[in-house]
Each structure stands twice: as structure tokens, then as C-alpha cells.
């Protein structure tokens, strides 16, 4: 079946970097889009990120355009997320998803806390 599962979350000071990462399994990884969202306590889940299936095109968010990127290697079936110059505004629990036939799968998520 097909499984999403995020890590590489965690405790940062402002400024400072993470990467996330999204390992795919139970379909064809390179035959699918990818994205990244996230959601703040309180707040609706954002989509902050999309790449395509071979990577060609990619687009962020405003919010965090210029600071994260969003890249895939499709020989480990993974998505990565580099967020740089993280502030506390981008504290929220991560997730990564993908369409299939129309169904949308997420992963469990992966908490960033952007906090000195």
C-alpha cells in the first residue's frame, strides 16, 4: 500500500536550517508529483511546495520562497524539503502527499519548532 513517512523534523534557533525528508513506498515514485505542506497550531494546512514527477518544475510558496527548496532523488523513492533562515513563524508539524488517481496520501508528519 502506499506509504508516505516524513523525518528530519525538530527543535531549531531562528536562522538556523533543517532538511526534511519524505520516503515513498507502494507505488511508482517517478510517475508522481510530490508536495509539501504544513500546518501551524491553529491554523489551516498550507501547501508550501510541489515538484514534478522527474523534478523538472517546482514552485514554493511566498512564505517561504527564497529560503526553502524542494528537491527529489527518484532512485531513493524520496522528497526532500531544505528550509534555511527558518524563523518561528514556520513552526508547524510538516507533511509531504501525492495524488494517485485522484486519492490524496500523507504522511504522519514531522514536527519543525523554530524556537531559541
Known amino acids: 500500500q502506499v506509504q508516505l513517512v516524513e523525518s528530519g523534523g525538530g527543535l531549531v534557533q531562528p536562522g538556523g536550517s533543517l532538511r526534511l525528508s519524505c520516503a515513498a513506498s507502494?507505488?511508482?515514485?517517478?510517475?508522481?508529483?510530490m508536495y509539501w505542506h504544513r500546518q501551524a497550531p491553529g491554523k489551516e494546512r498550507e501547501m508550501i511546495a510541489w515538484i514534478s514527477n522527474v523534478g523538472t518544475y517546482r514552485t514554493l510558496a511566498d512564505p517561504v520562497r527564497g529560503r526553502f527548496t524542494v528537491s527529489r532523488d527518484n532512485a531513493k523513492n524520496t522528497v526532500y524539503l531544505q528550509m534555511n533562515s527558518l524563523e518561528p513563524e514556520d513552526t508547524a508539524a510538516y507533511y509531504c502527499r501525492t495524488r494517485l488517481r485522484e486519492v490524496d496520501y500523507w504522511g504522519q508528519g514531522t514536527q519543525v519548532t523554530v524556537s531559541s
Open positions: 507502494g507505488f511508482t515514485f517517478g510517475m508522481y508529483d
